[in-house]
């Protein structure tokens, strides 16, 4: 037995089996089998009565070693926990913390569960495109019943300790030390007999009888969403046979489903995901995020769409925020988008009025300087004007108390030309939100040349404080996100004076899995967004390739949904984009007017076109160590741009096509179109190597001074 992962004590005739795999107690190789062993040994030990899983530390278990799917294992979750479920004493989990996937597997196949009120209790499989395969589909239905278990293993929501009790998923929650009041309750059920087994229970509930078609149901809502993956429509079928066979049967088809799943292209991409975004948090530089240094207050400059939209943000992760606006009016107009923000998620059943109350309550609206200086962190949102920003960057230097953070959430402007509108240049950086900045999950920070490592590392936890994915890039023209995303945007405008429509665009791309086609999202943000800052390139750089059809419909006064009229047109406030051959016209009136010859395109090299010239422009700015990590680009455009996930990210898809084949493809699309599609040394290094684009790192980077040297040059094993 691997005595690190697994240890085992008896107390007052109670065997602990305590599991230890930190942080979380995944499980490790060792662990099921230690759990096999210690239950043997319990039960032949004429000195236990019964006995106690728990897991050391704040968690039970979070679930198989996700880093081990792919690999041999020589026991099974579905073996260890049929071992527990046939042991002949009873066996208590005793559940802290986390308790997800293979955790609560083996917890179902406990005679009783108790846990503490901090647990969180779970099956995320579906996240990572598998379906639980520890008996967790065939055990959870019959203990809580069909309906709440397809919930649970469709969502992979996580459900608090009285959610638990009252679905019945645990017996007891859990007062002074867990260990303790587990092994009182193991004494205590000790010997009572017949031991309670979950697979010996019936899947139907009341409830779920009054409504034989919970299964149709959920086929019907899994239909709706069109997801492009298997996990959901198994894990359906799954529920259904436990209403329907015996526990052997459906754990049998359960482990069938899972190997199926488990080296799918789907679940390896999302496993990938995954692993991206707990890598893109960490900076180098920083060992752990600084503790105890957190964001308790912020201030947040300007209440417009951005300025609200973060103003929510903090509100909703329970901190406290200020919006200071210019004028009484728009504080005024600010706050009302704030509420009707919270009204419409209020008519979506998705918060309560009283839930609204506290979140309005802490947002204060500020209109003087002086009231934000006592805040932990202040976000400057205004437009971009570069004017605006210094003189506000100014006035903040003279406000906020020291050790603040000084953040803007210019998408555009070099954060180094704020910088220096301060005296404390190291306190200013980039928290850079995605527009709706209370839904989108990205937080790109932003690294000047002065920015500290402290400010950097302090600016991410608090982007993870509010629940999104901090990823750090360094200032440059668009930063790292929009940077890697705008040669997509020039490709697509491009396409159509070669002859491409604007819906055969944005079905190619929601036939690849995105949830709305780049056309119908320019509609929904406005076409006129953008038209300025092209008119300022086009000013400044006499080499700029202008983008006739899109600079046309603004001129024409196509400005998207707002008024009715853009790539596509709207009818009776109807959200529907709808082709409109005015559109056709304007794109055949600019081929011929530039004498653009015509033609037809596939479907792929449409998607190839599109993604391609992101992919070059993402190794040029890991490159250019803009980027720690070609994988952060992944966790960037998963999280800031809708990305399919299924897909694992931009630079995992590229490796699907490999690294060869495409550079092959931007050399031929370089001769024929010219310099935009120069390739980029590094994704030529990675060809020549036939490595993997996602692997590649920042050269020994001047991307901050003061960060510890990346790994030498490419890493592309
Ligand atoms: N396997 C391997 N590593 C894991 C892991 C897992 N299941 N869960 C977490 N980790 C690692 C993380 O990668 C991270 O490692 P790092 O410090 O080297 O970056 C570390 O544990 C801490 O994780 P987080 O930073 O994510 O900590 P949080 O407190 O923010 O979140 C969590 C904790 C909610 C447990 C989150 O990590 C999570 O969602 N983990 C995945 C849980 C999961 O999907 N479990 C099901 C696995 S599939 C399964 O069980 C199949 C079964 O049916 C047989």
């Known amino acids: 037995m691997n005595d690190e992962v697994v240890s085992y004590e008896i107390r007052e005739r109670v065997g602990i089996i305590t599991l230890r795999n930190p942080p979380v107690n995944a499980l490790a190789p060792g662990m099921r089998e230690g759990i096999i062993d210690l239950v043997k040994a319990a039960n032949e030990d004429p000195a236990v009565d019964a006995i106690v899983l728990t897991g050391a530390g704040r968690n039970f278990i979070a679930g198989a070693d996700i880093r081990q799917f792919g690999k041999t294992r020589a026991v099974t979750s579905r073996t260890s926990a049929a071992a ?34 901090a647990a969180r209790l779970g099956l995320p499989e579906i996240k990572l495109g598998i379906i639980p395969a520890g008996g967790g589909t065939q055990r959870l239905p019959r203990l809580i019943g ?85 996990a959901p429509g198994y894990a359906i079928e799954l529920v259904a ?9 459906g754990i049998a088809l359960e482990h069938d489903r899972f190997s199926e799943l488990e080296d799918s292209d789907e679940a390896k991409a999302l496993r990938y995901a995954f692993f991206a975004e707990k890598t893109a948090g960490k900076i180098p530089g920083i060992a752990k995020p600084p503790a105890g240094d957190g964001v308790r207050s912020a201030a947040v400059v300007g209440g417009g769409t951005m300025g609200s939209g973060i103003a929510i943000a903090f509100a909703d992760a329970g901190i406290p925020v200020k919006m200071l606006e210019a004028t009484p009016e728009a504080l005024k107009r600010g706050m009302e988008r704030i509420r009707s923000t919270y009204d419409a998620r209020i008519r979506r059943k998705r918060l309560t009025p009283a839930q609204m109350q506290e979140r309005l309550a802490r947002i204060e609206p500020a209109s003087r300087y002086e009231s934000i200086g006592d805040c932990d962190a202040v976000i400057e949102a205004v437009f971009e004007r570069v004017d605006l920003k210094m003189d506000i960057f100014g006035k903040l230097d003279v406000v906020m108390k020291p050790g603040a953070l000084l953040l803007t959430n210019s998408s555009a402007i070099d954060i180094n030309v704020m910088a220096r509108a301060t005296k404390r240049p190291g306190s200013v950086a980039g928290a850079h ?34 629940g999104k994915i901090s990823v750090v890039a360094g200032s440059c023209d668009g930063f790292a996100a929009n940077r890697s995303r705008a040669p997509l945007v020039t490709e697509m405008m491009l396409l159509l004076e070669e002859g491409a429509l604007p819906w055969q665009i944005d079905k190619v791309m929601m036939d690849f899995g995105y949830p ?13 967004v953008s038209y300025d800052t092209r008119k300022r390139r086009a000013a400044a750089d006499p080499d700029y390739r202008k983008l006739h059809v899109p600079d046309r419909l603004v001129e024409m006064g ?88 299924h897909r694992g990210g931009l630079m995992y898809w590229a490796d699907c096509i490999g690294a060869p084949a495409i550079l092959y493809q931007v050399q031929a699309w370089h001769e024929r179109y010219g310099k935009r599609w ?40």
């Open 433 to 466: 939100f995605f527009a709706p900045a209370n839904v989108m999950k990205l937080c790109e920070i932003v690294a000047g040349d002065a920015t500290t490592i402290d400010t950097l590392g302090r600016a991410a936890a608090m982007g993870r404080a509010l």
């Open 241 to 249: 046979a436990s209403l329907s066979v015996d526990v052997d049967a």
């Open 84 to 117: 527990i479920e046939a042991s002949e004493k009873p066996v208590v989990a005793a559940m802290d913390g986390y308790c997800l996937g293979g955790g609560l597997e083996h917890a179902l196949a406990c005679h009783h569960r108790i846990a503490t009120p």
């Open 558 to 645: 196509r400005h998207g949904q707002k008024n009715g009229a853009g790539w596509y047109r709207y009818e009776n406030n109807d959200r529907t984009p709808r082709p409109d051959a005015v559109v056709n016209q304007v794109i055949a009136d600019i081929a011929r007017e530039f004498g653009i010859p015509q033609r037809e395109f596939t479907d792929e090299e449409i998607l190839h076109r599109l993604l391609f010239a992101s992919v070059n422009e993402a190794c040029k700015i890991v490159d250019e160590g803009k980027s720690f990590r070609a994988s952060d680009i992944d966790a960037m455009w998963l999280n800031g741009f809708g990305f399919p996930r």
């Open 516 to 528: 709305m086609g780049p056309f119908a999202v320019s509609d929904l943000s406005g076409l006129d």
């Open 678 to 717: 120069k390739p980029s040394p590094l994704l030529a290094l990675v060809a020549g190597e036939n490595g993997r684009l996602r692997e590649a790192v920042a050269p020994e980077t001047a991307f901050l001074p003061a960060l510890v040297p990346q790994p030498s040059t490419h890493a592309t094993k």
């Open 146 to 230: 069909a309906a709440a278990a397809l919930d649970m293993i469709l969502s992979g929501r996580q459900a608090g300790a009285d959610e638990a009790l009252a679905l019945g998923l645990i017996d007891e929650i859990a007062t002074g030390d867990l260990v303790a009041f587990a092994a009182g309750v193991a004494r205590r059920i000790a010997l009572e007999r017949p031991l309670r087994k979950t697979s010996a229970l019936t899947a139907w509930r009341t409830a779920d009888r009054e409504k034989p078609e919970i299964i149709e149901m959920a086929r019907q809502a899994a239909a709706r969403k069109k997801s492009p993956l298997k």
